[in-house]
């Protein structure tokens, strides 16, 4: 190597000691440049209103890039390593929560697929889209475990279970990042919202959670101990304060537990404006100290506050920002950048075929199917729908394909979206006789609108009655009081069951409804979720029985508001015959797991390896599933662990494994869980400190309960 050489600029030198060379060669300024993300582009997002940069610092670390043509990306990009003074390349960041161009379904509808692998793949394609438009880095997955479905950012997760969100973030992490992060079609993924942002008081957006040690460790963490362990190369701060002390600010999770313990060694991205909201969290009096708190406690880079571009070279200064610190942070925005391979690689070349390509099409469409829950299929029988001659599509959101691609839409084109009605259409015209009223819109309607419904059902054989939730209804700042459906949709839903006609009820929603009153207005109830591009073609599969529905929720539906929060796995009551509501049910409308098939499996009895073990020893349970019906099906079984007795008390019932099968009619297929007791059957305490007792323990899966003992 020649003594001229320069090390950063080199691919063949190992990535620290390339860092190490930059680094010796910055500014302060440069170095602080490194730490600020600005915008690119058209802002898309009506919340983060704020500038649109036309003329940005060659210096910059990042951007968000607003905008899917490679050429305004390529030109920023030639600024950054022509016209800086070092040629560090800009990383462009973009929020493709479900979908780049190609929309798939929303978060929360993909975990109830239970199809890890599908999921992994369509993110692969997400990011193959993403990265040949000019992005590179995804602030995705969202891994918040949410609990009340009040909070409009439920959809962006994978629901109320731990473990549900550890599987299937670590899965997007794959997908995105794939073999070589390095690659044309990779991108970098960002775990949010570091930490807890789902127990919002009350689902309120933006708020104080109170979270106790205890349940950081126990329910918060874990899907973020997963994602950093898939190889997650950044994570977003949260704009929660978390029991005082606010998650862009909070030295204990962002540096203690993450790069501390965890050994992280990507970044930390504030959410938007998150580091100056610290002023109105009261945790900072100005700007200024809120950039130096969250500096200090381990957030890297500033997403759109403008408090460490103004004041962190001035705290540096003033000795309250040790270099050290400063030239840390730096690295870790570097050695990301690096593993990208941009500093190789800064511009993006053309690829005019990059969006909805016939495999990433297939893959929403399968997802969008097998994230479809059959909520009701009544004794009538009427799904799925054979040899009808007469259908009406009646419904706000039939002909909808706003509501169907949902918030966060990244890229999406309505027009390439496939509406319930089109798909309807495609499926069973000319064969049977379609006809449409709008009835209502979603949330208001008149007489002449009931009434033009109320004739078309009358004609109908069967009504499809598609309802639901407008695209911004759910997503962020979508907070609502009541989960249940707007008075017009429930007033047409009663005009249209008092004809009599039997009723299937499609459901669009970024979250779980309030059901009460609409579930005896229907023979029929599927959640479709809001299931993007191929949303009405997989609709039309499942009600024509195509696809036979594989779909368990991953949250709870309540039964009216007023039960909120209820989820599957919370911990024993004091008195368990007694605290119940007195004037409804306690239990839930359609629990946690729950999704019917068109046809039935039966579980056989649990084998078990060994019922006593001991510490370092490994348990398998085995259960046969037999396909007792007369389609083909596919059945995710979910195997759940119960400690009774333990030091610290747990919940009734802990997901901790599921797996997911096609079994043919009368095909018998066995399904297995292997124990590792350190993995299983420990829990952390309030420290994260993991905790592994002998005793008794109960495995669940389907109707039967298996008990082991370790000794």
Not at 46 to 71: F, K, M, R, T
Not at 90 to 96: E, S
Not at 270 to 294: C, F, H, M, P, T
Not at 299 to 318: G, N, P, R, V
């Amino acid at each position: 190597m020649k003594p001229s050489t320069v090390l950063y600029k080199d691919a063949s030198v190992p990535v620290e000691i390339r860092i190490d060379d930059l680094l010796s060669r910055m500014t302060t300024h440069e170095k602080v440049m490194q730490l600020n993300q600005y915008t690119l582009g058209n802002n898309n997002n009506e919340n983060n209103v704020g500038e649109v940069a036309g003329e940005l610092p060659a210096e910059l670390g990042s951007v968000i890039y607003y905008n899917d043509n490679p050429d305004l990306r390529n030109a920023y990009q030639r600024r950054c390593m022509e016209e800086s003074r070092l040629g560090i390349p800009c990383i462009f960041g973009y929020d493709m929560i479900h979908g780049f161009r190609t929309i798939y379904p929303i978060s929360l509808g993909q975990a109830c697929s239970w199809n890890v692998p599908l999921v992994e793949r369509m993110t692969s394609y997400a990011a193959a889209e993403g990265r040949m438009s000019g992005i590179d880095w995804t602030f995705s997955p969202m891994i918040d475990v949410a609990r009340d479905p009040r909070w409009g950012r439920v959809s962006e997760g994978y629901g109320e279970d731990p473990y549900a969100n550890a599987a299937f973030c670590a899965a997007t992490v794959r997908g995105y990042q794939g073999k070589s992060l390095a690659d044309s079609t990779t991108i970098a993924a960002c775990l949010k919202h570091y930490v807890a942002y789902g127990a919002s008081e009350a689902g309120r957006d933006y708020v104080y959670t109170e979270v106790s040690p205890q349940t950081l460790w126990d329910t918060y963490l874990p899907p973020y101990k997963a994602g950093v362990d898939a190889g997650a190369l950044t994570l977003m701060s949260s704009f929660n304060d978390i029991s005082g002390i606010p998650g862009s600010a909070n030295y204990y999770t962002l540096t203690e537990i993450l790069k501390n313990r965890w050994k992280h060694k990507g970044f930390v991205v504030s959410d938007w404006g998150s580091i100056e909201q610290l002023v109105n969290q009261g945790n900072a009096a100005d700007k200024k100290e809120a950039g130096l708190r969250a500096f200090n406690s381990g957030l890297e880079m500033d997403m759109m506050s403008h408090a460490y571009d103004k004041y962190l070279e001035e705290l540096i200064d003033e000795g309250k920002v040790d270099s050290v610190l400063l030239d840390e942070s730096v690295r870790r925005v570097l050695r990301v950048k690096m593993l990208l391979g941009l500093f190789e690689k800064p511009y993006t070349g053309n690829h005019p075929d990059r969006f909805m390509r016939p495999d990433a099409l297939s893959a929403a469409r399968q997802l969008a199917a097998e994230s479809m829950v059959l909520l009701k299929n009544d004794s009538t029988g009427i799904l799925p729908l054979d040899g009808v001659g007469r259908i009406a599509v009646i419904g706000p959101v039939a002909k909808s394909s706003a509501s169907l691609q949902g918030s966060w839409n990244g890229r999406g084109v309505y027009d390439e979206t496939v509406t319930l009605y089109q798909g309807i259409l495609d499926r069973f015209a000319p064969e049977a006789e379609i006809r449409f009223a709008k009835g209502s819109d979603l949330d208001k309607t008149t007489e002449v609108e009931l009434a033009q419904a109320v004739d078309t059902a009358c004609w109908a054989d069967v009504v499809i009655l598609c309802l639901g939730e407008e695209r911004r209804w759910s997503g962020e700042n979508a907070s609502r009081s009541t989960i249940a459906l707007p008075e017009a949709q429930l007033q047409l839903a009663e005009k249209i069951a008092a004809t009599g006609k039997p009723v299937v009820m499609l459901l669009s929603s970024g979250r779980p409804l309030d059901l009460s009153q609409m579930e005896p207005l229907a023979n029929a109830i599927i959640e479709v979720w809001q299931p993007g591009t191929a949303g009405g073609a997989a609709a039309a599969d499942i009600l024509s029985g195509d696809v036979n529905p594989s779909g368990k929720l991953a949250m709870t539906f309540p039964r009216s508001t007023g039960q909120i929060p209820i989820y599957y796995n919370r911990r024993g009551s004091a008195r368990r015959h007694q605290g119940f509501y007195q004037d409804i049910p306690s239990t839930p409308l359609y629990p946690f797991g729950h999704g019917l098939s068109y046809t039935t499996f039966a579980y056989g009895e649990p084998s078990v390896s060994s019922s006593t073990f001991r510490k370092g020893e490994k348990v398998t349970v085995t259960v046969p599933v037999t396909n007792t019906g007369s389609r083909a099906g596919a059945e995710a079984v979910l195997w759940f662990i119960s400690d009774p007795a333990a030091s610290i008390t747990r919940p009734l019932m802990e997901l901790k494994h599921f797996e997911k099968r096609e079994l043919k009619p009368g095909e018998t297929t066995t399904f297995k869980f292997v124990i590792d007791p350190m993995k299983h059957l420990s829990f952390p305490d309030a420290d994260g400190n993991i905790i592994l007792e002998p005793g008794d323990f109960k495995i669940i899966v389907g109707p039967h309960t298996v008990n082991i003992v370790m000794e």
